[in-house]
């Protein structure tokens, strides 16, 4: 059964920081990952989906990478803003389903 | 193009009663889902619909819950009886390329405090 586990759980950094936002999966054999953002009282936004044969995903500040056999994704943000304050959710699909099974997530927090 | 609209919003209920939530998906798209979100952890699928015929409800909790989509477009979630444990975030998604992971949009989703 695949298990889907983000650290850290919670982070607050001051605005400008780059930082990095962890998952980690336990069965290898998955379809693709993606992450996703949600903000309070809203449901997810899709921010990137990286495909099992890829290593990354960018999106303007966003920058995903997959290491399908060790089990983990990172998600890489630049120049944190203010507006960045959500909880990010990591999301993998297996080989066998047309589900995901998300990771708990991580709740991010940028100080002006 | 309008989002998935999901009602009511908040519902509060005592334990042992009824609730129902409803989910209109965006307009063409097959694949219908509800998650249940409790709090701090991800979305949990209950059920995945395609059209009108049920794909997975292997996390359906089939004593108390239920779900239905009626014509293959909206979709209501049932409850009954309401336990403390189901005070969560119910989100209802859909998808037009369910095979490929993308193009999912999520509702807003339903608060559900049990008391």
């Known amino acids: 059964k695949q298990e889907v586990t983000q650290i850290p759980a919670a982070l607050s950094v001051p605005e400008g920081e780059n930082l990095v936002l962890n998952c980690s999966f336990t069965?290898?054999?998955?379809?693709?990952l993606q992450w996703f953002r949600q903000d309070p009282g809203k449901g997810l936004t899709s921010l990137l989906l990286?495909?099992?044969?890829?290593r990354e995903q960018t999106s303007g500040r966003l920058n995903a990478s997959l290491d399908k056999s060790s089990g983990r994704s990172t998600l890489y943000i630049a120049a944190s803003q203010p507006g960045d304050s959500a909880t990010y959710l990591c999301?993998?699909?297996?080989?066998?389903?047309?589900?995901?099974?998300f990771g708990p997530g991580t709740r991010l927090s940028v100080l002006p | 193009e309008a989002g998935v609209a999901q009602s009511p919003r908040y519902k509060i209920i005592e334990k042992r009663q009824s609730v129902a939530f409803w989910c209109n998906p965006i307009?063409?798209?097959?694949?219908l889902y509800w998650y249940q979100q409790i709090l701090g952890q991800g979305p949990k699928l209950l059920i995945q619909f395609q059209n009108n015929g049920v794909v997975d409800d292997s996390q359906l909790p089939k004593d108390r819950f239920s779900a239905e989509r009626l014509k293959g477009v909206d979709s209501t979630l049932k409850i009954q009886p309401a336990k403390l444990e189901d005070s969560a975030v119910y989100l209802c998604?859909?998808?037009?390329?369910?095979?490929?992971?993308?193009?999912?949009?999520f509702g807003s989703g339903t608060r559900l405090t049990v008391v």
């Open positions: 307009s063409g798209h097959a694949t």
């Open positions: 069965d290898s054999a998955i379809y693709n």
């Open positions: 990286i495909q099992s044969s890829q």
């Open positions: 999301a993998v699909r297996d080989n066998y389903g047309q589900n995901f099974v």
């Open positions: 998604a859909s998808s037009s390329l369910p095979q490929t992971g993308t193009g999912y949009t």
